[in-house]
């Protein structure tokens, strides 16, 4: 039901933006969140956003360089990543819960629903 893309190679300081597509839902609204996960570690949050966008939610190592955003009318959820460093790179996913407004918690636990995942990779 989630399609992520929008991942590809750039340099340490370029820009990229990842989209995310619900491409059915039964009813009801639903926040929207992307994580990430690097090679050997585990899966990460980066960003949430609630149904109706008023309220954000990123991890510590993207603040300031990472905005999340939404177009409710799409069914989409938009990642735009600045500055981007080697630690970045990793394969994000899109997630969304179950029928909720806004995200239960930050954990993957939280989280029911994900996309297959699109790779980010920044090279120095």
């Known amino acids: 039901q989630l399609a992520e893309s929008g991942g590809g190679l750039v340099q340490a300081g370029d820009s990229l933006e990842l989209t995310c597509t619900a491409s059915?839902?039964?009813?009801?609204?639903?926040?929207m969140g992307w994580f990430r996960q690097a090679p050997g570690k585990e899966r990460e949050f980066v960003a949430a956003?609630?149904?109706?966008?008023?309220?954000?939610y990123y991890g510590d190592s993207v603040k300031g360089r990472f905005t999340i955003s939404r177009d409710r009318t799409k069914s989409t959820v938009y990642l735009q990543m600045n500055n981007l460093n080697p630690e970045d790179t990793a394969v994000y996913y899109c997630?969304?819960?179950?029928?909720?407004?806004?995200?239960?918690?930050?954990?993957?636990?939280?989280?029911?629903?994900w996309g297959q995942g699109t790779q980010v990779t920044v090279s120095a």
């Open positions: 997630a969304a819960p179950a029928y909720s407004d806004y995200p239960r918690g930050l954990k993957v636990s939280d989280w029911d629903y």
């Open positions: 059915r839902r039964t009813s009801g609204s639903y926040a």
């Open positions: 956003i609630s149904w109706s966008g008023d309220s954000t």
